[in-house]
């Protein structure tokens, strides 16, 4: 199927999975509306995004605030004319061992990982349920499928997504919303690389690059077949 034309918002479109995932659709002729809190490198994403010859445009919000999720996807909508894809991609790594880990710390994530992507499916909603079809795309985490040392908040707030994700594909399909919800290994960005979980190689682990190109061709699906779950790992030990 080709997504030439299509409009997709992307939350955290930024940097990282965001980014190259907007990449990669900008070339398909895909328009995109990114966000994140950072006003800088939103519009320097955008610039970059221009240059492809596609709509590029922005909102600064943050996700954990349900009224400002709302204000920044109308703007995007009303920008973009109408949304055929959310890539819900916005997310925080915090971690830290349980005992030791401020409980603030802990709330955050779970603020940010799982409210996130609640407010802004349930933002987005009205506008693919008016246009007769959409699709979502859920990033939670090989993290969210078995919980591990030093990742009890990440991990909890990941597998809440899963959950949260089959709830929403159970509800959405019947108005041909194809809800998609994908489990990422280790990817080399600055959530990874910071976090210490490339082991001081990110060249080992998966790239964005990687990433995007798998979102692109599970769009690129015809849209009789949905892929409910996914999966990917590097093939590196
Ligand atoms: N990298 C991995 O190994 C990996 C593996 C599995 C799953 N994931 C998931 O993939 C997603 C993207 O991760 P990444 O590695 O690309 O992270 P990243 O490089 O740190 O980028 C995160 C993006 O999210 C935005 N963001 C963070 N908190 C936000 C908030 N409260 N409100 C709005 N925007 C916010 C950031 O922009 P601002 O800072 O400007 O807000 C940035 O654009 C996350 O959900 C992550 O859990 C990552």
């Known amino acids: 199927m080709t997504l030439n034309g299509k409009n997709a918002i ?3 479109g930024s940097r990282g999975l965001g980014k190259a995932v907007a990449t990669l659709l900008a070339k398909e002729g895909v328009n995109i509306g990114i966000s994140g ?71 955050q994530v779970i603020k940010t990982n799982l409210f996130g992507v609640y407010y802004t499916a349930q933002a987005v909603h009205p506008y693919m349920k008016e246009n007769g079809s959409g699709d979502i795309i859920n990033v939670a985490s090989t993290a969210g499928l078995k919980g591990g040392a030093g990742m009890s908040a990440y991990a909890a707030s990941k597998a809440a997504v899963i959950s949260l994700s089959q709830s929403m594909m159970a509800e959405w399909r019947k108005e041909n919303i194809r809800v998609i919800t994908l489990t990422p290994s280790t990817i080399a960005t600055d959530m990874s690389i910071d976090g210490g ?25 015809n849209r009789r077949a949905l892929i409910a779950n996914g999966s990917i790992f590097s093939t590196n030990p």
Do not use: C, H
């Open 37 to 107: 809190r950072n006003e800088e490198s939103l519009k320097s994403a955008v610039a970059e995004l221009e240059q492809l010859g596609i709509k590029a445009f922005y909102a600064v919000f943050n996700v954990d605030e349900e009224a400002e999720v709302k204000k920044g996807i109308a703007l995007l909508a009303e920008k973009l004319g109408s949304i055929d894809i959310l890539i819900n991609n916005a997310g925080i790594g915090t971690f830290g061992k349980l005992a030791e880990m401020p409980s603030q710390d802990w709330e």
């Open 10 to 12: 992307i939350t955290g």
């Open 197 to 221: 979980l490339t082991d001081g190689n990110p060249d080992k682990v998966l790239q964005p690059e990687d990433f995007a190109e798998w979102v692109r061709d599970i769009l690129k699906m």
